[in-house]
């Protein structure tokens, strides 16, 4: 019994992990830009068909391929800012929203084309026997899956308070204006966030694509699921946004053992209505101060 | 434009008379479906609460009549009602829970919303039959069997029928009282509440209504298509309503009915494509929403007349100060605070702060900068609470009523910098505050009877009037964010008379007016008094301050020091000492 239990657990966190990822970045956008971006899952399902082309189709070594994937997501995130959001900046909050929501269009459909609706898989170079640790299993691939997570999330926490563009970041974040006075790019800055929450993303899709699945429409459900956990942690927050992706990768894991496997993709919204009854404005947001 | 309007109608009516394809009727009753869905979000909208769980709605309601349809064999003609009342209880509960929630919050958890029912319409197979779908739903009837409707053209007229209510229901409530406030609410929430209106009472009506318009058309979706299943939950169908209402032209009345019928039409008009169907749609949705972001009736208005909207005629009005506000003399003061206490932290911002303000005085607040005065106002006005201490109003406890409520008992304030609504005219801002004082109530509004529309008149005439007495009569048709500074600050002191208060708090009234403007603005608080109006300001202007005020009370470091007759405050000696001992003081006054 116990050892089911942990296994949940862990097959919850290495998921988590991804969720997190995902967070990190959606929240590092909302923070610093100001932008809901619905084209999340889209940057989540690239980072996995550009492993799945580098890697399965052309032969790239795994490693270097993932490498590889993430910068490319990065790449297109930071074109995708330059061309269409950083024209959009003065505009109402739901017009580079819906912008965002016409390039998920876009992006799912040309994956369409590109690389057909079928679901794939990615024959990755680790051992499908599970390592066993005392009562729990785990496949290598998740385990590394889950320290690539790790290391991402340690490595993000590490640019944002040690860098200059990191600390140019959070100046941005806590009043754009005063930045651009004391002389921060902030064009720079909206364009390297916006890459780097790509970046991330790309990431997670990348290492959760060669985990499970690969196909077009994947980002769809990874895309609520990181909107589930920024709310969860408060939008634009760094550490709510790792706890957030852990609790909802781990309550989903444990929801779908004990409970029902139907409603697992359901638990991270109902986790967030009893949140909202008790702290509307996340786990870790500040309460908004009258005007 | 009414000729115009009348002409679009009988066309679009006569359209299955003169032998039009049953597919293009198909598309423009789904056009109209749409724009019952687009027309509620659009409403709320307009109070800047984007829904993108709108489809949940709209999933409820055809589930709701569908499922009554199948398992009891009642008339559509009865469950289109049942389904709408309970999606708009649904609306409700779902409101309840997240209209406190502004902006990226509420559309996002809005759309979490639509997945979890999404997931139960999947999941919850006896009810719904899961993802194999609920078929046979009986076709509309108009209550019994015979009266069977059959034909496209059949639904195409009760579609009319629908999209008539639904444009004069929009139209009416966007255009009256009601759709200033909720635009109020989008442009200046603080503002809104402390003219008296109700935020949440606001977006919960919007909320409710788009939830039953989208049971409605959900239920004309069952009986008409009579097959349903859980992908009209699906993320897909929001977002297309989404464009639609920005694409359309949100917080427009027409700007949901022309996109609905535009982006209805487009996707078919792309089947040439096949393959790159959606990828052009993709970029169509892109493009419109980067260059046409006010949407296409806004455009289509700019090109019909011209680019600038006519400036509304400047009535003849007086610039008469009208008020009921002359508190009977009384016994308790008009306003009283009593030990108030505010902490941030370990750190008092207000320190057992008690004033009186009697009948018809002008009180004024000093200090440094940072000595608590606007905390001590933000406490008054309800948009603070406070941790210790009372605040009475005409000899009644007010501590921790919500904005509006206080305002609504005649205590009004003036902010220090958002004053106005920056987009609205100058005359639609007064107007909007007049809010508190309309009696008629909402249903009167929507059906326009001769009381609701007389007392509009009335309100118009005395926001003009206000606009008058402040000196801006002149630019009533100008919007707020293109009036000068100093003009802005006036506008805002008619904004704060506008819901006829019989306490006024100004905060700075005089920040940013030259020496000009603030001796016109010393005399209209005079005038104001003399009304019987009792007036609180804080100021850092000296000359107002010791020109003006009856008494004044001077804070430091959340602190009462001194409080007496200005002769009194320029000699007290702790007063100087925090002013740096300057002596400026003096030298000013």
Redesign the interface.
């Known amino acids: 019994m116990l050892a089911e239990f942990v296994q949940h657990i862990v097959n919850g966190l290495i998921v988590g992990g991804g969720y997190a990822l995902m967070g990190i970045g959606l929240t590092l956008i ?1 923070g610093i830009m ?1 932008v ?1 971006n619905f084209a999340h899952g889209e940057f989540f399902m690239m980072g996995a068909f550009f492993l799945f082309t580098l890697f399965s189709l052309w032969g790239v070594n795994f490693f270097l391929a993932s490498l590889l994937s993430i910068i490319g997501v990065g790449l297109v995130g930071a074109v995708v800012e330059r061309l ?1 959001l950083r ?2 900046r003065l ?1 109402p ?3 580079p ?3 965002t ?6 992006i799912q ?2 994956a ?2 590109l690389w057909d609706p079928s679901p794939k898989t990615i024959k990755h170079v680790f051992s499908p026997v599970p390592l066993t640790l005392g009562p729990i299993n785990v496949v290598s691939i998740r385990l590394f899956a889950g320290l690539v997570a790790v290391a991402l999330i340690v490595g993000s926490h590490l640019l944002i308070q040690r860098t200059r563009i990191g600390r140019a970041m959070r100046a941005t974040f806590q009043d754009t204006d005063m930045a651009r006075l004391t002389g921060v790019d902030v064009d720079r800055v909206y364009m390297f966030t916006f890459a780097f929450g790509a970046a991330l993303a790309g990431a997670s899709g990348a290492l959760l694509g060669a985990v499970f699945w690969v196909y077009p429409a994947m980002g ?1 459900l990874a895309a ?1 699921k990181s ?2 956990v ?2 969860m942690g408060g ?1 634009g927050n760094f550490l709510g946004a790792i706890v957030g992706g852990l609790l909802l990768g781990v309550s989903e894991s444990l929801g779908a053992g004990y409970i ?1 496997s ?2 697992k ?2 638990i ?3 986790l ?2 009893l949140l ?2 008790w702290r ?1 404005q996340g786990l870790f947001g500040k309460k ?1 101060l ?2 | 434009m009414k000729l115009w309007a009348a002409a679009v109608a009988v066309a679009l009516l006569a359209l299955p008379l003169i032998g039009v394809d049953d597919y293009y009727l198909h598309l423009l009753i789904m056009a109209g479906l749409f724009y019952l869905l687009t027309a509620g979000m659009n409403l709320l909208l307009a109070a800047g609460q984007l829904n993108l769980g709108h489809t949940a709605f709209f999933g409820i309601g055809a589930y709701t009549s569908g499922l009554l349809g199948v398992h009891f064999g009642l008339s559509p003609l009865w469950t289109m009602p049942v389904a709408a009342a309970f999606t708009g209880f649904v609306g409700y509960l779902l409101g309840r829970l997240t209209l406190r929630l502004r902006g990226a919050y509420f559309v996002l958890v809005t759309v979490g919303f639509a997945e979890v029912i999404r997931l139960v319409a999947t999941n919850w197979m006896d009810l719904t039959q899961g993802p194999m779908g609920l078929a046979g739903v009986p076709p509309f009837n108009l209550g019994i069997e015979r009266w069977t409707l059959v034909s496209k053209r059949d639904y195409y007229y009760l579609m009319a029928v629908l999209v008539a209510g639904t444009l004069f229901l929009t139209a009416r409530l966007l255009g009256s009282r009601v759709g200033r406030a909720l635009a109020a609410i989008q442009s200046n929430e603080s503002l809104a509440e402390s003219s008296g209106i109700s935020a949440y009472a606001h977006t919960m009506l919007a909320m409710v209504v788009s939830c039953v318009l989208a049971g409605v058309a959900g239920a004309f979706y069952a009986h008409y298509i009579t097959f349903l299943s859980p992908e009209l939950f699906g993320f897909q169908n929001t977002v297309t309503m989404a464009v639609m209402v920005v694409a359309g032209g949100q917080g427009m009345v027409l700007g949901p009915a022309v996109g609905s019928l535009v982006f209805t039409f487009v996707p078919e008009l792309l089947r040439m494509a096949a393959f790159y169907r959606m990828l052009l749609y993709g970029v169509i949705l892109l493009l419109v929403v980067m260059f046409m972001p006010k949407g296409l009736v806004f455009y289509l208005r700019a090109l019909l007349r011209g680019r600038a909207p006519s400036p509304a005629a400047v009535q003849a009005v007086d610039a008469a100060l009208e008020t009921g506000g002359a508190a009977p003399p009384g016994e308790a003061p008009a306003l009283a605070l009593c030990g108030v206490t505010v902490r941030f932290g370990g750190l008092a911002a207000v320190e057992d702060l008690s004033l009186d303000l009697a009948r018809g005085e002008i009180l004024a607040l000093i200090g440094p900068n940072g000595a608590g005065k606007s905390t001590a106002f933000n406490v008054v006005t309800g948009f603070q609470p406070a941790d210790a201490g009372r605040v009475d109003f005409d000899g009644a406890d007010i501590t921790g009523l919500a904005p509006y409520r206080i305002a609504e008992r005649g205590l009004v304030r003036m902010f220090q910098r958002t004053s106005v609504f920056p987009e609205a005219a100058a005359l639609d801002n007064v107007l909007t505050a007049c809010h508190r004082l309309a009696r008629t109530r909402r249903w009167e509004v929507v059906v326009m009877t001769a009381a609701a529309r007389e007392e509009e008149a009335r309100h118009r005439r005395r926001a003009q009037s206000l606009l008058n007495f402040v000196g801006l009569g002149r630019k009533a048709g100008e919007a707020a964010k293109n009036l000068s500074c100093g003009e802005q600050r006036l506008l805002g002191l008619a904004i704060a008379l506008a819901p006829d208060p019989s306490v006024l708090l100004l905060d700075e009234p005089a920040a940013g007016l030259n020496a000009v403007e603030t001796e016109q603005l010393m005399h209209l608080i005079e005038v104001i008094r003399s009304r019987g109006l009792s007036v609180l300001l804080v100021e850092h202007d000296m000359k107002l301050v010791m020109g003006l005020c009856d008494r004044v009370v001077v804070l430091n470091y959340g602190v009462k020091i001194a409080e007496g007759t200005p002769t009194e405050i320029q000699q007290h000696p702790e007063v100087i000492r925090a002013y740096l001992g300057s002596g400026e003081i003096l030298a000013d006054a």
Do not use: K
Not at chain 1, 101 to 106: D, G, H, K, P, Q
């Open positions: 909302f100001r809901v269409i024209r959009l505009a909050i739901e017009i929203m819906l912008a929501v016409a390039l998920s269009v876009i459909n040309a369409i084309l769809d609520l909107f589930a920024v709310i939008l029902s139907g409603y993709d359901a991270g919204f109902i967030i209505i909202l009854l509307p908004a009258p005007r």
